[in-house]
């Protein structure tokens, strides 16, 4: 049997210890209800409170479960919930559009790309869920940091690799592109990122009408765009499979 990480095992008992029974405990009785030394328990609680995970009332010094948790659960069911919603749609929009489609969110300092359907044909394609895409350079990406602040912060921040020559790095260029984003709904990535690729994508949002995720088709530029422009089609249909998204997230019409 594979060793364990006791530390890990005594934090993870001390939050189910939160979870249950009274809204907030003190250092004396987390330590008896888990027989551990107060030293212990405190050196413990006291990681857990850097983290966010766990939160202490100034007042009477007693533990609680911290706000961190409470993201980290949202983040947790608002993703399966996008996927499982998003399912159908998706392969839809592959049928329809004739390339690949991903659905990507937010994640650390990129995109994390949560879903991905093959382009409808017999060609050799990688699945790539789980890989995570640049912000400032891709379509997902640009929707994600025109409609999430934490994304667009992010994405400002951060160092903006050129990946082409093709790619917008400047601040003020990168802030413009994402005015451009909100003004008519969506984004793209002709060749910003990988020589020879295009993309199209547009944001998604829930009930609260917060973006969520991002929903895009990527393919070979010759195919997504014509005379020079991205197909009106296909950004047309990737808008409207984002909104039929959404509506099954329960947002209202827009």
Known sequence: MARTIQSLERAAAMLRLLAGGE?????????????LAKGTAHG?????????FVEQDPASGRYQLGAELLRLGNSYLDVHELRARALVWTDDLARSSGESVYLGVLHQQGVLIVHHVFRPDDSRQVLEVGAMHPLHSTALGKVLSAYDPVA???AAEAERKAFTPRTVTALADFEGVLDLTRARGWASDVEETWEGVASVAAPIHDRRRMPVGAVGITGAVERVCGAGELRSELVAAVRDYARAISRDLGASPF
């Open 152 to 154: 667009h912060s992010e």
């Open 23 to 35: 809204r907030r405990l003190g250092l004396s009785d987390i330590a008896a209800a888990l027989g």
């Open 44 to 52: 413990i609680l006291r990681t857990l409170q850097q983290e966010g």
